[in-house]
């Protein structure tokens, strides 16, 4: 229900059905969030109250797409929503795929609805996170993407921010988890930049076409069914593949997965 979900291909019938069947399965088990972003405010709150309704855990929203709304606008978007129901909210800001920046001062203001409990990051730059983290990394959770060519685990987590909502988890995850844990001593910071460069071929490939063509290609090598990505994008194919098929041979993530 996210970037790496296919979200916008989705019809709504489909991102119920994900919800109800997800949402069960989940519990007990790991906190599962869901993405519930429409083109209308009236139809994020109604997919936001069903994932309530169904036991979610927590709801995460982008901007809604093309519409490109004012500050104002987009405050009043997630306001609304997250009045509208009593689970946790995560906000995510990927002006790369939305076309709009969610400005640190907005993200203040929405820091103080109690149910917003995080803040995702994925910008072209520092100046953004710190920025947040200023206004409001001692109220919410201020997390990044993973994507190489933004590079912000490494400064975030120098900063005081308390992790990552990763594409690259998805074949990675212990390793993943572990390189997103905040700093609490100098030798978390080793092993997280210890990590990071270890593991930097795999965000490299993750991020080698756009979301989610490489990463549902990666986890299919991997031996779980994520089939291919909806039309009009296509399989990933050529070096990109067999470079996938060289990584994960290479790290021996089948065997280490049992997959």
Request: some cysteine; overall charge neutral.
């Amino acid at each position: 229900m996210g970037s790496t979900g296919e979200a916008p291909s989705l019809t709504l019938d489909e991102k119920k059905e994900i919800i109800r069947s997800m949402a069960s399965y989940c519990k007990g088990k790991i906190p599962a969030m869901f993405g519930v972003t429409c083109s209308t405010t009236r139809e994020t709150v109604n997919l936001a109250q069903f994932a309530e309704e169904q036991e979610a855990e927590g709801i995460l929203m982008v901007v809604p797409p093309y519409i490109i709304p004012p500050q104002k606008d987009i405050y009043d978007f997630f306001a609304t929503v997250a009045k509208s129901i009593s689970i946790s909210v995560t906000v995510y800001n990927n002006p790369g795929r939305v076309s709009a920046n969610i400005e640190p001062s907005t993200i203040k203001l929405l820091a103080d609805i109690p149910n917003i409990v995080a803040d995702k990051e994925a910008v072209p730059a520092n100046k953004q996170i710190i920025g947040v983290m200023e206004d409001v990394g001692d109220k919410i959770n201020v997390l990044c993407c993973d994507s190489p060519k933004f590079g912000l685990i490494i400064p975030l987590l120098a900063m005081g921010g308390h992790g990552t909502a990763n594409v690259t988890g998805n074949i990675l995850p212990k390793e993943f988890a572990e390189m997103s844990k905040p700093w609490n001593s100098w030798e978390d910071a080793q092993r997280c930049r210890e990590l990071f460069f270890k593991y930097k071929p795999f965000m490299d490939l993750s991020y080698s076409a756009v979301n989610p063509v490489s990463i549902k290609a990666a986890v299919g090598l991997m031996g779980l069914p994520a089939g291919k990505p909806r039309l009009p994008l296509q399989p990933l194919s050529g070096a990109i593949l067999e470079n996938a098929q060289r990584l994960i041979a290479h790290y021996n993530l089948r065997e280490q997965y049992g997959l």
